[in-house]
């Protein structure tokens, strides 16, 4: 097995999250990175709207139903706008496309491996996630200008529990690098009629173990989320840690972010 770097970082400043992972596809993509493969498991200190890498901010984002300070901030990946609120769970995956199994060196190949990952991170918690190709009128993809959440957009594949969409993953590649990032929304979804996100629950119980009642926490899915990631990419994610260069490198970017939000 390779070697990769594992960095937990939960209840994130939204703009430091997105500056993160902009940060770990700029090290991936590197002549000579440090780790050829990153994963990392995080969640939002408070509520924020991000939107695809071709997105038009101004036309999928409702800015006057936003609540007052609600960060809006362009993602590295593509995909659709996503209000994140702070029960959800999300991750990102940089990688040097080598690095993982040779069926995963496609995008296609890799979202498949990325969300059967997540299926069996998802059922190791007492979760029966599923991932399959959903061929009834409720799953068929909605295009049209109305259709601007990521949970309201239904693909081909999709991760469910009890028939409701639960992850949206995006993902970019630059080269023979790779990034994906993930949404988890298994304690349910926000209404925000900013993105038209519709709120809904997710018929779900988490297993006593791992969780509270029924909310999953990044704590409490850690150490499985580590352990099924490295088994299936064949790849042993060490903890890792920010020097303070690499903390000088985020800052910037989050700098970045957040004087030109919107900015590509």
């Given at each position: 097995m390779s070697e990769g770097l594992f960095y937990f970082t939960p209840k994130a400043d939204p703009?430091?999250?997105?500056?993160?992972?902009?940060?770990?596809?700029?090290?991936?993509?590197?002549?000579?990175?440090?780790?050829?493969?990153?994963?990392?498991?995080?969640?939002?200190?408070?509520?924020?709207?991000?939107?695809?890498?071709?997105?038009?901010?101004?036309?999928?984002?409702?800015?006057?139903?936003?609540?007052?300070?609600?960060?809006?901030?362009?993602?590295?990946?593509?995909?659709?706008?996503?209000?994140?609120?702070?029960?959800?769970?999300?991750?990102?995956?940089?990688?040097?496309?080598?690095?993982?199994?040779?069926?995963?060196?496609?995008?296609?190949?890799?979202?498949?491996?990325?969300?059967?990952?997540?299926?069996?991170?998802?059922?190791?918690?007492?979760i029966e996630a599923v991932w399959a190709r959903h061929s009834d009128a409720g799953f068929r993809k909605q295009t049209g200008a109305r259709v601007r959440s990521c949970f309201d957009s239904i693909?081909?594949?999709?991760?469910?529990?009890?028939?409701?969409?639960?992850?949206?993953?995006?993902?970019?590649?630059?080269?023979?690098?790779?990034?994906?990032?993930?949404?988890?929304?298994?304690?349910?979804?926000?209404?925000?009629?900013?993105v038209r996100q519709t709120g809904r629950p997710v018929p779900v119980e988490v297993s006593p173990s791992v969780g509270r009642g029924k909310t999953l926490t990044p704590d409490s899915m850690r150490e499985i989320f580590q352990d099924v990631f490295s088994n299936r990419l064949a790849v042993t994610f060490q903890p890792g840690e920010l020097s303070s260069d690499d903390c000088q490198a985020v800052s910037i970017l989050q700098g970045n972010l957040m004087h030109f939000p919107l900015e590509k």
């Open positions: 703009y430091f999250a997105m500056a993160f992972d902009a940060w770990l596809f700029e090290r991936c993509c590197a002549q000579n990175p440090p780790a050829r493969a990153v994963l990392r498991l995080y969640s939002w200190n408070c509520p924020a709207v991000t939107v695809g890498y071709n997105q038009n901010a101004e036309e999928v984002v409702d800015m006057a139903s936003l609540p007052e300070n609600t960060p809006v901030i362009r993602r590295i990946t593509g995909g659709r706008a996503i209000y994140h609120d702070c029960d959800e769970i999300t991750f990102s995956l940089g990688a040097v496309l080598t690095e993982l199994p040779l069926p995963a060196r496609t995008l296609s190949g890799a979202n498949s491996l990325v969300s059967e990952t997540i299926v069996d991170v998802l059922r190791r918690l007492g693909s081909r594949y999709e991760i469910t529990v009890g028939g409701q969409k639960v992850v949206g993953i995006a993902q970019r590649r630059r080269g023979d690098c790779l990034i994906q990032q993930g949404s988890i929304k298994i304690n349910g979804i926000t209404d925000n009629p900013a």
